[in-house]
């Protein structure tokens, strides 16, 4: 049974930073890909990063790039989202997800789901 476990959310003011943290435990053929996800009241769930895990490619939203960084420690089976200059858009709360495979950054890819930690940023 795959769990995801994410912390690391806070209320920052605009061009501050967070790390999210995103504890991976089970099955590793099913977490291969990991991916960060945000959603604000009243919108769709948006795909903000990804990571392949077996070599670490990397894919952002265009949103984010240059402001956002995914990154792994396999040690720790944990899966990092570094976010600098933050903004009051950022506002959200930020889900980590895992799938097996290279999938695209789309929910419906996406198998297994943490609970999500809340991100907010006052301008």
């Known amino acids: 049974q795959v769990q995801l476990v994410e912390s690391g959310g806070g209320s920052v003011q605009a061009g501050g930073s967070l790390r999210l943290s995103c504890d991976v435990s089970?099955?590793?053929?099913?977490?291969?890909?990991i991916a960060w996800f945000r959603q604000a009241p009243g919108k769709e769930r948006q795909g903000v990063a990804r990571i392949w895990n077996p070599d670490g490619l990397t894919y952002y939203t265009d949103s984010v790039k240059g402001r956002f960084t995914i990154s792994q420690n396999n040690a720790k089976n944990t899966v990092y989202l570094q976010m600098v200059n933050l903004k009051p858009e950022d506002t959200a709360m930020y889900h980590c997800?895992?799938?097996?495979?290279?999938?695209?950054?789309?929910?419906?890819?996406?198998?297994?789901w943490g609970q999500g930690t809340q991100v907010t940023v006052s301008s």
């Open positions: 089970g099955s590793t053929g099913s977490t291969n890909t």
């Open positions: 997800a895992a799938a097996s495979k290279l999938v695209p950054l789309v929910p419906g890819y996406f198998n297994f």
